[in-house]
């Protein structure tokens, strides 16, 4: 069974650039969750989604950060413009059915914004 | 809201020798704990969880941890460290939310020393 997937692993960017990162849920979950850790703190939650729909963003720091899922698939997190303080490690998370508190990570994708 | 304190952010501990990573949760009693590792260049991976239950839960590569609601604790244990042991550590209660994210400890960063 493939494991939880995030593309790309690193990104550099530059301040005021776009940049959408990308995640692949192990199949058949149908919940799907985001997190950062920006450098020295702790990993915080962003997002939450049920198949295709947000079920809760209170995590999301403002709106220059947009997701998607769309056909409760594969996510999308897209920054637009990007600032430095978005820098950090954006992790995907996906779980299944009723047992959502057993998560499974994916790599984590890297952002610079310089 | 469900919160949790790791003791250190770093840890050495010779080969072969104790570890004990600690976390303490806040007063009320979470459904679940968990804890995660993640490896240089690496995702989280779940490393053990606690359901109601057995408070003595074993994990993944010899870790163990148990609950002790007494001292709202859930340190994580292994007898004797291996080097491929070194990474960092997280305890990781449930949040409050209706998304069942989780909350995220610190970190404690683990070096075993040769």
């Known amino acids: 069974e493939a494991g939880v997937t995030q593309f790309p692993s690193h990104s550099v960017i530059e301040k005021g650039q776009t940049v959408t990162l990308r995640c692949d849920p192990i199949s058949g979950h149908d919940n799907l969750y985001w997190y950062r850790r920006v450098m020295g703190k702790e990993i915080k939650f962003l997002l939450h989604f049920v198949k295709e729909s947000k079920q809760d963003e209170s995590g999301m720091p403002n709106n220059r950060f947009l997701a998607e899922r769309t056909g409760g698939t594969y996510s999308t997190l897209k920054v637009q413009p990007a600032e430095l303080e978005d820098s950090g490690v954006y992790f995907c998370a996906s779980s299944q059915g009723d047992r959502t508190y057993e998560q499974y990570f994916g790599p984590g994708t890297r952002l610079t914004v310089t | ?114």
Request: net charge neutral; hydrophobic share 35%; proline share 6%.
């Open chain 2, 1 to 114: 809201a469900q919160s949790v304190t790791q003791l250190g952010s770093h840890v050495s501990v010779s080969e072969g020798a104790l570890v004990l990573l600690r976390c303490n949760y806040s007063s009320s009693v979470p459904p679940y704990l968990f804890w995660y590792v993640q490896y240089p260049n690496q995702g989280l991976q779940l490393l053990l969880k606690y359901t109601t239950g057995a408070t003595l839960v074993k994990g993944i590569n010899g870790f163990e941890a148990e609950f002790k609601k007494s001292e709202t604790s859930f340190h994580l244990t292994k007898p004797s460290a291996h080097m491929s042991d070194a990474a960092e550590y997280f305890c990781a209660p449930p949040g409050s939310g209706s998304a069942r994210q989780l909350t995220f400890g610190s970190g404690t960063q683990l070096t075993v020393l040769p």
